[in-house]
């Protein structure tokens, strides 16, 4: 079974030739600016407010991008969000190669590209569906594009360290805002068949409780939701401290930093690459269970790393157990959610990951500003390994719900 089988669909050739160029741009923007904002302040916390801005729409408005992209034509709103997030890179390239800038600015910046995401995410994960001709490749498709994100996650930030050391912020933000037209290019390109959004009865406000209601009633796919919303509240943003560890604990410049976001990025490469090896009916709820696992422990590896050789090896295995821990999580939802719900089951994936992530990113940059880095993320470790066993005990208990509900319906037959 060939690792990349996806490409042979011609719409997601085209989507996924258009994401590897543009992500390399999106990574070295977020290197960029995280690297601007500790410099101008030296500040953990202030650090983590700028990653809580640019994610926290995704908390309150997920759900609501979830029914409205359920009523309208994806290909047409992911065109309109690209073209959106291609502005806001060109305006933070102006502002800083025209020396006009402040935190103040780069925060409102930072809250637009949060708000255009919050669309345009939930938008492109409703579509891969579409993208492919034949649902079986769909988790091949879903892990391939990862790969694509993680290779950029590899390539970005090792450009921007060169280029920030050499050329300053503003280049990477011009790269970030030409990358843009390969996406543009692409999609321009597709030749898609969409079926017709159909028009709800309801308000929005009805759809946002069916998709609510619906996850209630389907305990697979919310656990999987909630797993992911304490992860990304406690566990994940130690990415923000990233630079932190860069410049205080190993007493680094900025390519020490694009160091650990391509460690990172390798990592997830090699977890992307793992994914899309996988045969369609693997275990995805023990792959998640095992990947979530090794996120956590890797965790405890890099708070107590004493040389920057073991730190980067730890932040490599965070990259790699967090990398399939989410595509396992995001593959389960595509292929088990109903067609007419997938949208809003999306959304709400997104919202406990995007979402939660900035409030768990302010939370550990302010705690990371008292007690250190490194206590911060032996902490962050545990708590992953807490909710791992929290998760379980839940899947143990919906494997008997799920087994009681079968007998039911076989009684009721007879």
């Known amino acids: 079974m060939s690792v990349f089988r996806s490409l042979k669909h011609h719409n997601f050739r085209l989507h996924f030739t258009g994401q590897a160029i543009s992500l390399v741009g999106t990574w070295m923007q977020r290197v960029a600016i995280s690297w601007l904002v500790y410099r101008l302040t030296g500040s953990a916390f202030l650090l983590g407010l700028v990653t809580f801005l640019s994610l926290i729409p995704s908390l309150v408005l997920a759900p609501f991008a979830g029914s409205f992209i359920d009523r309208h034509n994806k290909f047409k709103v992911v065109m309109v969000t690209q073209i959106a997030l ?6 933070l390239a102006a502002m800083v190669w025209l020396n006009y800038y402040s935190i103040a600015w780069i925060s409102a910046l930072s809250l637009m590209q949060g708000l255009i995401n919050s669309f345009d995410t939930t938008a492109r994960q409703a579509l891969m569906v579409d993208l ?3 649902k079986e490749d769909l988790p091949n498709a879903i892990a391939l594009n990862s790969s694509a994100f993680n290779a950029a996650r590899l390539v970005g930030p090792a450009l921007a360290g060169i ?16 990358s843009f037209i390969a996406v543009i290019c692409c ?6 068949k969409l079926i017709p959004a159909s028009r709800s009865e309801v308000n929005i406000w009805g759809d946002l409780r069916k998709g609510y209601e619906y996850l209630r009633e389907s305990p697979d796919l919310s656990s999987l939701i909630l797993l992911l919303a304490a992860s990304s509240l406690l566990v994940i943003p130690y990415t923000t401290l990233l630079p932190v560890f860069a410049k205080d604990v190993f007493h ?7 160091w650990f976001e391509s460690a990172a990025g390798f990592g997830a490469l090699f977890g992307a690459v793992f994914m899309a090896t996988l045969k369609p009916a693997h275990d995805l709820i023990r792959l998640t269970i095992l990947s979530s696992t090794v996120f956590a422990v890797a965790l405890l590896g890099l708070a107590v790393s004493s040389s920057m050789f073991l730190a980067l090896v730890a932040t490599a295995a965070t ?22 719900m997938r949208a809003r089951t999306l959304s709400y994936y ?5 979402g939660m992530l900035p409030i768990g990113s302010l939370l550990i940059g ?5 007690f250190g880095v490194g206590v911060v993320v032996f902490v962050e470790g545990m708590l992953g390994i807490v909710i791992v066993l929290v998760f379980m005990l839940q899947q143990r208990g919906i494997t008997h719900w799920l087994r009681w509900l079968h007998v039911m319906r076989i009684r009721h037959l007879r």
């Open 187 to 192: 999609l321009l390109m597709m030749k898609l």
């Open 366 to 370: 302010y705690l990371a500003h008292f």
């Open 252 to 258: 680094g410049d900025a390519t020490t930093f694009s």
């Open 86 to 91: 291609m502005v806001q890179a060109g305006a």
């Open 163 to 178: 280029i920030l050391s050499s050329l300053g912020e503003d280049v990477c933000f011009l790269i970030n805002f030409l």
């Open 350 to 354: 997104i919202m406990s990951y995007q």
């Open 132 to 134: 492919v001709d034949s």
């Open 319 to 340: 990259g790699a157990g967090l990398m399939i821990q989410n595509s396992a999580i995001n593959t389960y939802l595509q292929t088990h959610a109903s067609s007419e």
